[in-house]
């Protein structure tokens, strides 16, 4: 991950990972109909997914706070569980996490 770069994104083929209706576009009014509940650390992020890129999703709220606070680096590892339909939760793997 490189968090100054592209701090959450998920490879395309995830995007069955969220519900469809959480999905929006790029753009700042291409928001999705509804959100989902990703909690990260202390904090609870409600956000729909983007579609970064024609390759690439992430969620519209930035994570990259927690990012910071778990002295995350280039190369490091998230993981992303799904709790409900719309709740998920970030754990930090560090740089020893094996694909």
């Given at each position: 991950?490189?968090?100054?770069?592209?701090?959450?994104?998920l490879n395309q083929t995830y995007i069955d990972f969220f519900p469809a209706?959480?999905?929006?576009?790029?753009?700042?009014?291409?928001h999705a109909c509804t959100t989902v509940s990703i909690q990260a650390g202390n904090t609870?992020?409600?956000t729909d997914i983007r579609h970064s890129s024609s390759m690439r999703i992430s969620p519209r709220k930035s994570?990259?706070?927690?990012?910071?606070?778990?002295?995350?680096t280039d190369g490091d590892k998230a993981?992303?569980?799904?709790?409900?339909?719309?709740?998920?939760?970030?754990?930090?793997?560090?740089?020893?996490?094996?694909?």
């Open positions: 991950m490189n968090i100054n770069k592209a701090p959450q994104a209706d959480s999905l929006g576009g790029r753009g700042k009014d291409e609870t992020h409600e994570l990259k706070a927690w990012l910071k606070e778990m002295g995350a993981r992303l569980y799904r709790i409900s339909e719309r709740q998920y939760r970030t754990e930090y793997l560090g740089n020893s996490a094996q694909s």
